[in-house]
C-alpha cells in the first residue's frame, strides 16, 4: 500500500466478522447511514445538444467561496445512492457545498436524453465541473467518483492532464472501473454471477424505458446472457463503437492514468468481487506523482467497513474527505 505522509486517517482494517469480499460489498449496501445534507436544489445541466443531466445540489452561505464536492455514482446507481449520500454528508460537515450527479438516464430522468449513459461519457462531468465555474464562479471543485464514477473522474482528469481548469484542485475514485474489459469479465466468473444478473436485470428494465420513450431509435432486443454481451448488444450498437472491445478499450481510464495532472486518489480493494486492477494500469497509478494509490487486502467493492471508533465506519469517505482537506480543500 502507498500512501501521502500524513497519518491522520488510520491504515484500512476490516470490521469484524466481514473480511470476506462478498460480505463487505453486500453489508455495505444495506448498513443504515445517517444523513445530514439539508434539503437539495434540483438543477438541470445541458451538457450537449439535446442532453440535460440533473443534479442536486446543496449550498452553504456564500457558495463560490466553499470549497465544493461533485459526486459521481456507479453502473445503475443514482444521486440517492447510499454512498453517495455518505459521502456527501462528511464533505457537507466538513464545510463543502456538494453536488449529486446523475449520470444520463440515471435518478428517473430518461426523458431528458435520447441516449444511453455509459463509461466514456466523461464530457459529461467536465461539463458540469465548468458550468460550476463560470456560471456559479465556484473557486474549488473536488470530484469522486465509485466504480463506473470512477473511471469516469480519472478518465476526465487524464484527458484534461496539465489543462485542467485551476480550480479543479483534486479527484478520488472508490473502486475505480479503470480496467473495464477485465472487469467486465471477471463479472461474468461463476462467484459474481449474482452481481451479474442484479445489473443485467437493471439494465434492460433501463432499455425497455428507452424503447418506450424513443421507439423510433431503440429496437428490442434479446435479453444478454453477460455484461460484455450487453455492451456488444446496445452500449456498442448505440454509442458508436464497433463492438463491446472497442468500448472498453476507448473508455477506459486506463489509457489515461499516467496523464492525471491534479492530486488523485485511488482506493482500491484486492479482493473486490469483480473489478479488477490489471498489473500495467497500477504500474501507472504509481509512476505518477500525482496519484496517491491505495489497496488494501480487504474491503469488497466501495464497501471498506471499518470498526466504528469514534465515527461510522465507512473508512474510504473519511478518508477521501481527509484527502480533499489536505489539497485544497479546507
Known sequence: MSADSN??????????FLRNRHAQTLVGNFLRRQNFL???????????????????????????????????????????????IGVGSKAWKAGMNVVRMNMRNCGG?????????????SDDVGAIVRTLIEKDKLQRI?????????????????EWGTAAPAELRAVAAVSPAADLAASAD?????????????????????????????PEIYSPSRFPR???????????????????????????????ADRVGV???????????FIRMLPETRAKFLANPNVTLIETRHGGHCAFLAQANGYDGRWAERRMIHFFLQHGMA
Open 38 to 84: 439539508p434539503e437539495a436544489e434540483e438543477r438541470l445541466f445541458q451538457v450537449e445538444d439535446g442532453v440535460q443531466i440533473l443534479c442536486h445540489c446543496h449550498w452553504h452561505a456564500q457558495r463560490g467561496t466553499r470549497p465544493t464536492i461533485l459526486i459521481v455514482h456507479g453502473l445503475e446507481g443514482s444521486s440517492l445512492s447510499r454512498y453517495v
Open 186 to 214: 471477471a463479472m461474468h466468473h461463476k462467484s459474481n454471477r449474482i452481481y451479474e444478473w442484479k445489473f443485467l436485470f437493471s439494465l434492460m428494465q433501463r432499455y425497455d424505458r428507452k424503447r418506450a420513450l424513443f
Open 7 to 16: 497519518h491522520l486517517v488510520e491504515d484500512f482494517v476490516p470490521r469484524r
Open 226 to 256: 453477460s455484461i460484455r454481451e450487453f455492451d456488444d448488444l446496445i452500449t456498442a450498437r448505440y454509442n458508436g463503437f464497433a463492438d463491446a472491445q472497442d468500448y472498453y478499450t476507448r473508455a477506459a481510464a486506463s489509457r489515461v
Open 263 to 273: 492530486p488523485a486518489l485511488v482506493i482500491h480493494s484486492t479482493d473486490d468481487p
Open 142 to 158: 473536488a470530484l469522486v467518483g465509485y466504480s463506473m464514477g470512477g473511471n469516469l473522474v480519472l478518465k476526465l482528469a487524464g
Open 109 to 121: 430522468t430518461e426523458r431528458l436524453t435520447p441516449t444511453l449513459y455509459h463509461s466514456g461519457l
